[in-house]
């Protein structure tokens, strides 16, 4: 199988090249949407979103993801899994060079997973926390040495995930304060030139691009523009030509759709996986019993909050793990996720678990905090306010700013009920596992147990499903794990959330990679 | 003493005075930030994803955020005298560099604000006064009240919604075309084509207070008795209008454009958050969410410094033009 | 009384200004009447427009009745800027009748507080102390009273400084008239006709201010207010643009409204003004 | 005779609807002749500055409107006129000076752009002409160094030099007639005497017709060939000056000749030897002003009253007079302490008051009385009549209904209806506030009382009324009184004693019948001497 894969990455290099022969526009200037703006440009100490949109079109990862999954090879050539899936060899691509005209070489991918991605990066702790060492028998071979297997590391291999960086520029430095993070130097078709505050991100032709004849792009510009409604303006007005991770409300892209010049398009967050979801707070307050939770779960009219809030973009969830993993085989629908919410039910869960209405048909007050990233969580919010009063539970609205969100949520656990949303990532490992092991309650990391849920038998479960090899027991063991939380429900997931990509149909040539908006844009060109 | 030497001296007086507002200011400022739930470690860590605690400690030890508050505050304030302004945590800039970028911005936008608030509020005003009680008083009136109730972000957006997207005569937002990259003489334009909304519709909301103050100035000047005695040494109307009236009349006003630099700095968050103007305001309302307390403080201690010496610039201007008041 | 109602009604705008707000009291005393449902409720077909399945104004992202917001939202905005003026009012008072009575030490002093409140960008201050209050109605009222006393502090001053050397102030000093007897009885009730003009006005400021606080994001949650349901469809204006425009009509006719109130008490109360003209 | 130069006739001015009254003046006829003084004179009210406005066509348009008449100016009718022709008669063929130059002069124009623009609206003349015309035009009226005036704002000026300006700028193109609308009152008696002056040594020169409106029957005598006497919109007499002073026949005229003080001082009483009042080296300035950074004190301290020692003896009127600025209002704060001195001492019954606390203050407060000036000023205007006559008794502890009593009996010793308790003070006139006033200084049952130029903003016919209160009430209530005053004819009938102040110092006390018979002091000396009128004695 191992060697199937490396196959499947010749097959789609040659793909490639053949892409590369038509006779694309080349030139001129794409301006997108980067929303908002992004607070430093290190990809690799940072995952926030705007700094995936900026980055992987200059800093490059091993491989790329097409949208069916498939490995693309960018820096590296090909890869060699042994038997044992304990030893990965990575082939990597000759004549690549940094922006400044330095080599690259297995060197850089040494450094920058061990004395990078390991250290600083908010995931790379546990994408590669099985990578014992790195070897470099010569400059362009790199040897993972594992300590157990880890198939879901090789998903982490994106330009977003894992971009490498210059070793020649971090070594014997503090990787954090580096002045790399927003002088970036790396080895991607386009090169960093300019970040105007408030303004615009400005990346030029990297005309030393180690494939030739890309990228087609001269230039390619961020542009942040905080309101929403201008945002829309400018597609509408074709200043911007592509908008990603729904800078352009969903209300007007279901407009905007109809016109000649824009589309709309779901595709290249498979990677992504969000998913939305409410917290409770399992140690005190209103939500300690479980059968409130599924009473909640039950109630909620997830159908709607799709329909109104995001306008028909996304898919009900049906337990804890994404639907997108049935491609591995590892999502299994639980009850107790109706689509449309069932208010009786859920009322008779509540009245069988012993909490009864008062006078004013309340059973319970709470509070309930909103993720202060954007409109479209208040109007979650305020429609789950409803919701819950219909079963008795009279939730008051907190919106705060980020930071005291943050504080209230992940360190002072002082909430009872949070509205939030998670990517789960192309593997549960990476995106599922930090909401539900114990080892995961971490006061003070943010976005993690914040439930503070802990099931000795679930993080066995979670342990040995994490590197099982053998895609049956995988499945076997993941439904399990999410038939244990379909009944304990710490966090209740709402939906997947399809994040939208609105692009001027001029643009062309960048709907291919799974990255999506987080991907390298080498291939795009105007029409 | 002569005249110089006594504006001088007056000058020094005036900053003097202004710079235990100012401190008390940062002060404040600092104390207040420092009650808001968390800090600029967290909205990084959060914004990064996930970052262990310790990190999170480190981070908190490279910006100093784990010392006392007053340690913070008496290294915050050395660092002022000194005119270093620290470092934005968050832009992992040194908060002047990034400032200074951002205030160009904001003095353009400002100033053309002002001077078409302020020259349109004079005209006006004018009109409506010499036209008093009359239809064009009337509708001048109500024009000024409408343009200053209405709220700014609907203005704004319809200002975008008419003449970017129907007229198309304006780009939607930004300060330059990013397709571009103008130099030279061409940028100036550029600029200039990008200013022209935002401008517009922050000085609708200003144009109210100016064409009304003006009104009611001129009035009043007109009720005085140096005008019946312009007339009674047979001046014509114009005469009196344009040289004797408007001159007292505008003294008031001056004196309003001068309070309103301070409004106009925060004034504009919006008009800047809805034209994506890289200005002041938006870094102010972003480093607040972000909690980047020394971008923010130093937005806070600039602005100030640019209100206290604009009202220092106005009371000078004010007195070469109303000889009664001296620089006391 | 009968006297000031003859002079105000002098001023039609005025008048109509009146009316204007006298029918959203109205409005806003009987919203259970017109909408006894809660106006969160999420009643109909979501982003109905205007006259669309039963909905007068229509209904927003989430099908609540924006008339109902509305009507509801009329008591909020008002108590806001109502509440919001006379704390300000209040400290405005304190502070300057005090600095303008005493002068000297007292003065220097009040008025330094003061020139670093009207030094601080204002509306940035608003959102910084709503931001650090956390948005609640009470937060906002605090933050719109913290950044709007100032000109009420130099305003009331002035007026003290030029009464207390009147005569009538120097009678009551003859007599041996305790200070804070002669501020608040004798001298305060002499420049309440400015406060009042002044007052009306910062009203309606007070209630543009909550609508730019709801545009940034930073409104209640819990309590509907005109400043809410902008801020719940001011992303959607450019494709239901009814959901914002309405509360924005409506801020826009409450604050012309009071305006022209502000307009003709100022003339009704200052007749000296108006006689000029 | 010759043809007047103005002849007005039949001339009635519209009020607004809903005024007191209909017409602001009706049935107004007079005649000016070439270099003829014609004085209208008539209390406030009286429609005389209506009826000089008129002539220029500067009325309060749209309110106040020429009813009918007509105003012939060499054959011209003024109120048919069009504008243009109008305007071209303003400044040049008649000009008009007012009552205070300082608001009458555009603050923030220079006095030589002020002239010059009569000469840039009315003919045509080079720019260094008109600049060596208004130089000599400020050289006629007597100011010194005029290019330093040409270059001056007028708030760099005095009352004096102001009103200099005014008239330099009224003359400039040697009109035909100059109105004068009270174009003295704002001024110091010396002053005043000295533009008098310069108007009757103008007048001669150019043979201009002077139109002069005034309230004061000294200024009349000094400068009217001619009288004209307006009550109530109405004239009620007109002639020679002569005629009119000596022999009034109508009986208005009659009562505000007898109204006017005579310059002759009161007959000396005997003196009591207890001292009420004593101030020894008292010293206050003023301009000393102080900053949270201020650098120390300001140089430009102004002494307001300077090492004064004066005495008020039990039962005696003891004057204080001086023109403006002279610190005799501050000397009167300083005793009743309403401001505190800078040194020196002030003995009230014995007592030395400038040491005392605020609340001990307060005991003594009750010996001591005041009466204000300005009697729309002095009444807290939201405050009733009863009220501010009885408040001074209940802070000092007497029981409200008491004290209400005491107050309607006051009312009547003032002269005043009891149901005047209940109304508010802008339901009265001057007059009768003043009353208000001085049943509220009354109402502590003070010793002393402090009268603070009582009557300087009245009619002369109330004044009177005023004076012969005050008096009958210091006679009744044996009363000691400190009376400042500007005008030595109040002065002379109401004081035994007088103080002469300048510049915040005393330069000669005495007797009033020995001060105005023999002054020693050069500036006693000068300010008998400015009287109006004083020559004349009225029948």
Redesign the interface.
């Known amino acids: 199988m191992k060697k199937m894969l490396s196959t499947l990455c010749v097959v789609a290099t040659m793909a490639f090249g053949a892409v590369a022969a038509y006779a694309q526009n080349s030139g001129g200037t794409l301006s997108f949407l980067v929303q908002p703006e992004p607070p430093t440009l290190a990809s690799y100490v940072s995952t926030s979103g705007p700094i995936g949109l900026v980055m992987p079109k200059v800093y490059e990862g091993l491989f790329d993801y097409a949208n069916d999954g498939s490995m693309v090879p960018i820096l590296a050539e090909s890869y060699d899994m042994s038997a044992d899936g304990k030893t990965v060899t990575f082939k990597l691509r000759k004549g690549v060079k940094w922006h400044d005209g330095k080599p690259f070489t297995s060197a850089d991918v040494q450094f920058t997973i061990m004395e990078v991605l390991k250290k600083v990066h908010p995931r790379g702790p546990n994408s590669f926390r099985e990578v014992e060492e790195i070897l470099t028998p010569d400059a362009h071979t790199a040897v993972f040495k594992l300590k157990k297997p880890a198939p879901y590391m090789m998903r982490s291999f994106s330009a977003y995930e894992s971009p490498i960086v210059p070793k020649h520029l971090l070594e014997g430095q503090d990787v954090k304060a580096a002045p790399l993070a927003n002088k970036p130097v790396g080895t991607g078709p386009f090169k960093f030139v300019e970040w105007k505050k408030g303004q615009y991100i400005r990346l030029d032709k990297n005309e030393n691009y180690w494939q030739e004849g890309l990228p087609y792009l001269d230039r390619i510009v961020g542009r942040f523009i905080p309101d929403a409604s201008t945002r829309t303006a400018a597609m509408e007005n074709g200043e911007v030509l592509y908008a990603a991770y729904n800078a352009i409300p969903n209300i007007d892209a279901v407009r905007l759709k109809d016109r000649d010049d824009i589309d709309v398009t779901t595709k290249g967050y498979s990677m992504i996986n969000p998913m939305a979801l409410i917290e409770f707070n399992t140690k005190e307050g209103a939500f300690v019993d479980p059968a409130i939770r599924r009473a909640i779960s039950t109630a909620i009219d997830r159908r709607f909050m799709i329909d109104t809030i995001f306008f028909g973009y996304g898919k009900p969830a049906t337990s804890a793990l994404s639907s997108n993993f049935s491609a591995t085989n590892l999502h299994a629908a639980m009850p107790n996720y109706p689509e449309k919410g069932d208010k009786d039910a859920a009322n008779a869960i509540l009245d069988k678990a012993g909490f009864k209405k008062d006078a004013n048909g309340v059973r319970m007050k709470a509070v309930l905090d909103i993720i202060p990233y954007g409109e479209d969580w208040r109007r979650a919010g305020e429609y789950l306010k409803q919701a819950m009063g219909d079963i008795g539970i009279e939730l008051e609205l907190r919106y705060e700013d980020v930071p005291t969100w943050l504080k209230r949520v992940y360190h002072n656990y002082d909430f009872e009920m949070n509205v939030n949303y998670f990517y789960q990532l192309p593997d549960p490992v990476l995106g599922v596992h930090r909401h539900y092991g114990t080892d995961q309650i971490r006061k003070g990391t943010h976005f993690v147990n914040s439930s503070r849920y802990s099931n000795p038998k679930l993080d066995a479960l979670l342990d040995s499903g994490a590197g099982e090899p053998d895609a049956a027991k995988r499945t076997a063991k993941y439904k399990e794990i999410q038939q244990i939380l379909a009944e304990d429900m710490p966090v209740v997931n709402l939906f997947e959330l399809e994040f939208l990509v609105v692009y001027n149909t001029k643009l062309k040539g960048v709907y291919d990679s799974a990255m999506g908006a987080y991907g390298s844009f080498r291939e795009g060109y105007l029409d | 003493m002569p005249r110089s030497s006594k504006i001088f001296r007056y000058v020094s ?1 005036r900053l ?2 202004g710079i ?1 507002i100012i401190i008390a200011i940062i002060v404040i400022n600092f104390f207040l930030l420092n009650l808001a739930e968390g800090d600029a470690v967290d909205v990084l860590a959060g914004e990064a994803g996930s970052a262990t605690p310790e990190y999170m400690e480190q981070l908190r030890k490279k910006f100093g955020l784990d010392q006392p508050l007053p340690v913070q505050l008496a290294v915050y304030l050395k660092n002022v005298l000194v005119l270093d302004l620290g470092y934005s945590f968050r832009h992992e800039m040194a908060v002047q560099d990034l400032i200074f970028d951002r205030f160009a911005a904001t003095a353009l936008l400002m100033t053309s604000t002002i001077i078409l608030a302020v020259g349109f509020g004079i005209l006006l005003g004018l009109m409506a006064a010499m036209r008093l009680n009359t239809w064009k008083d009337a509708v001048i009136t109500v024009f000024a009240l409408i343009t200053y109730a209405t709220p700014l972000f609907w203005v704004g957006l319809m200002m975008i919604v008419v003449f970017s997207l129907y007229l198309g005569w304006f780009p939607t937002s930004g300060m330059e075309n990013v397709a571009a990259f103008y130099e030279g003489w061409d940028r100036v334009v550029d600029i200039a084509h990008h200013l022209v909304l935002p401008t517009i519709t922050l000085s609708l909301f200003y144009l109210a207070l100016y064409t009304r103050m003006m009104r009611a100035s001129m009035l009043e000047q007109y009720g ?3 005008v ?9 109307e114009r ?1 009196i209008t344009f ?2 009236v408007l ?2 009349a505008l ?1 008031p006003v001056v004196t309003m454009a001068g309070v309103q630099v301070g409004a106009l700095i925060g004034g504009s968050v919006i008009v800047e958050s809805v034209f994506a103007w890289p200005g002041l305001g938006m870094l102010a309302f972003e480093s607040l969410f972000a909690r980047d307390l020394n971008l923010l403080l130093g937005i806070f201690l600039l602005s100030s410094i640019l209100v206290v010496v604009v009202n220092l610039v106005v009371d000078i201007i004010y007195c070469f ?4 008041i001296d620089v006391e | 009384m009968a006297e000031f109602w003859t002079r105000y009604r002098r001023n039609r705008a005025a008048v109509l200004g009146l009316g204007i707000l006298f029918t959203i009291l109205f409005m806003a005393a009987t919203a259970h009447l017109f909408y006894p449902e809660d106006p969160f409720r999420l009643v109909g077909r979501p982003l109905s427009g205007p006259f669309e399945n039963g909905f007068l104004l229509g209904s927003d992202s989430l099908g609540r009745d924006v008339a109902s917001g509305i009507v509801h939202g009329a008591k909020t905005s008002l108590l806001i800027g109502l509440i919001a003026t006379l704390v300000s009012i209040f400290i405005g008072i304190f502070f300057g009748a005090f600095a303008g009575y005493f002068g ?2 007292v003065d ?2 009040l008025m ?1 507080i003061t020139e670093i409140f009207q030094t601080i960008p204002s509306f940035i201050f608003a959102i910084l102390l709503v931001a650090i209050m956390k948005p609640s109605i009470f937060s906002i009222v605090i933050a719109i009273a913290v950044v709007s006393w100032p000109g009420v502090a130099r305003l009331v001053r002035g007026e003290f400084l030029s009464l207390k050397n ?12 305790s200070d804070l007897r002669v501020m608040l009885r ?1 001298i305060l ?2 420049c309440l006709s400015p406060i009042i003009v002044i007052g009306s006005l910062m009203v309606a400021t007070a209630i543009l201010i909550e609508s730019g606080l709801a545009f940034l994001g930073l409104g209640d949650p819990n309590i509907m207010s005109w400043g809410f349901q902008i801020g719940a469809g001011r992303t959607m204006l450019r494709s239901a643009w009814w959901v914002c425009t309405f509360p924005g009509i409506a801020i826009l006719i409450t604050v012309l409204a009071i305006n022209l109130i502000g307009e003709g008490l100022n003339d009704a109360l200052n007749p000296r003004l108006k006689e000029r003209q | 005779m010759s043809t007047p130069l103005l002849s007005i006739s039949d001339l009635s001015i519209l009020l607004p609807d809903g005024a007191d009254r209909r017409h602001a003046v009706a049935e107004v006829a007079m005649k000016l002749h070439a270099g003829e003084t014609v004085c209208i004179v008539g209390e406030s009210g009286s429609g005389k500055s209506l009826t000089a406005r008129a002539i ?1 066509g ?1 009325l309060p348009a749209p309110h106040v409107r020429v009813g009918s008449g007509v105003i012939d100016f060499g054959g011209e009718d003024l109120t048919k006129v069009d504008y243009e022709r109008l ?6 063929e008649i ?2 000076i ?1 009552q ?1 130059p300082m ?7 220079t006095i030589g752009d002020q002239i010059d ?2 000469f840039r ?2 003919v045509s003349m080079p720019p260094e002409e008109r600049q060596k015309r208004a130089l000599g035009l400020l050289e006629d009226v007597n100011l010194p160094d005029p290019p330093r005036i040409m270059a001056a ?1 007028p ?2 000026l005095s009352g004096g030099q102001r009103q200099r300006s ?1 008239i330099a ?1 009224a003359l400039a193109l040697g009109p035909k007639i100059l109105i004068a609308d009270e174009p003295t009152t704002a001024l110091d008696v010396t002053t005043q005497a000295q533009i008098l002056q310069l108007i009757k040594d103008m007048q001669r020169r150019l043979g201009t017709g002077v139109l002069f409106i005034t309230h004061d029957f000294g200024v009349v005598a000094d400068i009217a060939d001619r009288v004209i006497v307006m009550q109530e919109g109405l004239i009620v007499e007109s002639g020679k000056s002569t005629q009119v002073l000596n022999k009034p026949k109508h009986k208005y005229t009659k009562s505000l000749i007898a109204a006017i003080p005579r310059l002759k001082p009161r007959k000396a009483r005997k003196r009591s030897k207890e001292v009420v009042v004593e101030t020894s080296a008292l010293h206050k300035s003023f301009g000393g002003g ?4 201020g ?1 120390g004190k300001n140089a430009h301290a102004i002494d307001a009253v300077s090492d004064v020692n004066i005495e008020l003896r039990k039962g005696e009127t003891l004057g204080v007079v001086g023109e403006s600025g002279s610190g005799k209002s501050t000397l009167a ?1 300083c005793i ?1 302490r ?1 401001i505190d001195s800078d040194t020196g001492m002030v003995k009230l019954n014995g007592v030395d008051i400038t040491s005392l606390k605020r609340n001990e ?3 003594h ?2 010996f ?3 009466v ?3 009697p729309f ?7 009733k009549v009863g009220d ?1 006559i009885s ?2 008794p209940m ?2 502890g007497i029981e409200k209904t008491k004290a209400h009593q005491r107050a309607r009996e006051l009312l009547d010793v003032v002269g005043l209806d009891s149901k005047a308790f209940d109304r508010f003070p802008h339901e009265f006139s001057g007059g009768q506030r003043q009353r208000i ?1 001085i049943a ?2 009354l ?2 049952d003070p010793d002393i009382l402090v009268a603070d130029e009582p009557v300087s903003a009245l009619d002369v016919s109330i004044q009177a009324q005023i004076l012969g209160l005050l008096d009958q009430i210091r006679k009744e209530m044996d009363l000691s009184m400190l009376f400042i005053t500007h005008d030595l004819r109040v002065a002379a009938q109401v004081c035994d004693f007088v103080a002469v102040m300048q510049k915040g110092h005393v330069v000669e006390v005495g007797a009033t019948n020995k001060l105005f018979t023999q002054p020693q002091h050069e500036y006693t000396k000068s300010l008998l001497e400015a009287v109006p009128g004083k020559d004349w004695h009225f029948a």
């Open positions: 007086k003097l005075q235990p005085q008795d140096y019946v005695t312009a007339r009674a040494k047979g001046l014509t005469r040289v004797h001159r007292n003294l033009l109303d000889p009664r | 000297g030490r220097d002093l330094r009147r005569e009538f102030v120097q009678a009551c000093h003859t007599i041996g008239m004798e009730p002499n | 220029m500067l305007r071209n008669i303003r400044g040049s000009s008009m007012f205070e608001t009458a002069l555009n603050p923030v124009m623009e009569i609206f009315h704002y708030h760099e005014m700028m102080r900053s949270f950074f650098f704060r009743i309403l203050m307060r005991q407060r009750k001591i009385q005041m204000f000036q300005d000023a002095s009444l807290n205007p939201r405050s501010i408040q001074g802070l000092q006033g509220r200084a109402a502590l």
